[in-house]
Structure formats: C-alpha cells, structure tokens
T-cell receptor, first 114, second 114 residues
Framework: AQSVTQLGSHVSVSEGALVLLRCNYSSSVPPYLFWYVQYPNQGLQLLLKYTSAATLVKGINGFEAEFKKSETSFHLTKPSAHMSDAAEYFCAVSDGNSGYALNFGKGTSLLVTP | EAGVAQSPRYKIIEKRQSVAFWCNPISGHATLYWYQQILGQGPKLLIQFQNNGVVDDSQLPKDRFSAERLKGVDSTLKIQPAKLEDSAVYLC????????????FGPGTRLTVL
C-alpha cells in the first residue's frame, strides 16, 4: 500500500523567503505524486503532479517539486513566498493498483508573515 | 468547462438523524470518488465508482454510510444514522480514465453533527 508523510504540520516563512514543504512517499509500484492546496472553506486545487515524465515538475503560482526516487521524496518549493500563499498544502500518492484513488498526507499549514 | 458541483455546502443535524449529499462530476469523467476530511487531517477515501459500478468501498462504514451512482453521472452519499464523529467535510472528486490523470475536487459539504 502506498502512503505519504508530510514533515511539519506548520511552516512559517517571511514574505519573499523560500518556501520548502516536505513530503516523503512509500509505494511498492511506481507512484503518481501530487501536491494540492486548500484555502479556507474551499475544495482542493491541484498545484502540480508527477506522472513519471520529467522529475522536476513545475506547477501553478510559481511552485515546483522534484521527484527523487533515491530519497523517496517529492518536496514542494517556491523561491519567494507571497502573502496569498498562506493555505493548507497536501501531498498525495496514487497508483493503478488502487484505481488511482489518492492517499493524502496530514497536511502542512503554511503561514506567511510580513 | 464546469467543475465538480456539490450540494449542500453546509449541513447541521442532530445525532441519529439522516443526511444526504449530492455530487455532479465534470462531464465525461467516468471515475468518481467520495472523501471524508476530518478537521486537521488529510482527506480519506470512502468510496470509488467507475461509471455506475463500485471499484472500492473498503473504507466505507457500511452500517451507516451508503452511496450510489445509478446512471453513471451524479452520485449521492447518505449517512443514517449520523454520529458525532461524522462531523467532517465530504469531498467529491472526478477523474477521466487516463493513467495518472488529475482528480478534480468539488467545494465540499461541511457536516456538523450535534
């Protein structure tokens, strides 16, 4: 069974600073990996996904993530944080054995301070 | 392209009452998922449909939860009777049939059981 672990339930950065949200996965088959963002009282919006093509994936709003098989990681980064980036971020994994249902991490709450 | 629609957005009921949620997926999406998101946690899969058939309902508490997708389009999720621990956001998502294709989420229904 596949799973993800998000390190750090809360991350605080200053506006303009680097954003780094960590995600490690466990999967017995080649995984598909996703990062979703959730703003208060809203549904989940896809930031980016890895589907076995390029290991460096660029997403919306300036976010990107790198798939590192040797480290079983898929960390999310953004060079310069904006106030509007404050939200809950979820890493998720799926594969064909599970009908592509998503297994989510517990989430990381990003706080951006002025 | 219209997104995933869900209703109602909010529902408050007393324990032991029944409640139903409705989801209309993106047109043409064969796969539909219901997730439960308890406050402070990542979403957890309840049930997955492909067209009008159930693919995975292993995590659905079948003594009180039921779901159907009779015509392979809209879906309803029902809870009867509700318990306090059912308070959560219920998210519906849909996906087309390509490998690794994105799941698109609706805004969710926030259920409060008193």
């Amino acid at each position: 069974a596949q799973s993800v672990t998000q390190l750090g339930s809360h991350v605080s950065v200053s506006e303009g600073a680097l954003v780094l949200l960590r995600c490690n996965y466990s999967s017995s088959v080649p995984p598909y990996l996703f990062w979703y963002v959730q703003y208060p009282n809203q549904g989940l919006q896809l930031l980016l996904k890895y589907t076995s093509a390029a290991t460096l994936v660029k997403g919306i709003n300036g976010f990107e993530a790198e798939f590192k098989k040797s480290e079983t990681s898929f960390h999310l980064t953004k060079p310069s944080a904006h106030m509007s980036d404050a939200a809950e971020y979820f890493c998720a994994v799926s594969d064909g054995n599970s009908g592509y249902a998503l297994n989510f991490g517990k989430g990381t709450s990003l706080l951006v301070t002025p | 392209e219209a997104g995933v629609a869900q209703s109602p957005r909010y529902k408050i009921i007393e324990k032991r009452q029944s409640v139903a949620f409705w989801c209309n997926p993106i047109s043409g999406h064969a796969t539909l998922y219901w997730y439960q998101q308890i406050l402070g946690q990542g979403p957890k899969l309840l049930i997955q449909f492909q067209n009008n058939g159930v693919v995975d309902d292993s995590q659905l508490p079948k003594d009180r939860f039921s779901a159907e997708r009779l015509k392979g389009v809209d879906s309803t999720l029902k809870i009867q009777p509700a318990k306090l621990e059912d308070s959560a956001v219920y998210l519906c998502a849909s996906r087309s049939l390509g490998n690794g294709d994105t799941q698109y989420f609706g805004p969710g229904t926030r259920l409060t059981v008193l």
